[in-house]
């Protein structure tokens, strides 16, 4: 699947997640949405301190010039912004979490993953030091994926 569509599927995914999102549930739902919110957030801007935007790119593949960053919540996260985007999803799912819904995120989720190890192949091949990074830091969710 081209990088392209990996991305315009990423943005329509986000897209009707976001245009679609009531507060259907009940104030607790709400209350944790908003931290689930807060929370992607903060990995968002974390992820800014150390990774300047200028070395970002939405496509997968790496820009001239790309940096390898490890340190500070990459040190724990190999992408963070794809966890600041599935938590920011997420909480738009605790305040309306509709079956249909949670099935979009989802495919998100698998869309991100696909984009993910793109992006890593690529990492790889640019970084011989990858490797061993890649051995003690998590792709999404330190402890567990």
Partial sequence: ??????????????????????????MASNVAAAIVLAAAGAVGIAALAVNRP???NVRPELKAGARLVTSGIYGHVR????????LAMAAG??????AWRIA????????LLAKLAREERYLRAAFPEYAEYTARTARIVPGLF
Avoid at 79 to 86: F, R, S, T, W
Avoid at 93 to 98: C, L, S, T, V
Avoid at 105 to 111: N, Q, R
């Fill in 1 to 26: 699947m081209p990088s392209s569509l990996l991305v315009a599927l990423q943005f329509a995914l986000i897209a009707v997640l976001v245009i679609t999102t009531r507060p259907l549930g009940t």
């Fill in 54 to 56: 200028g070395n970002f």
């Fill in 104 to 111: 979009l995120w989802v495919a998100l989720l698998a869309v």
């Fill in 79 to 86: 992408h963070p912004m794809y966890l600041a985007v599935l």
């Fill in 93 to 98: 799912i605790a305040a309306d979490p509709r």
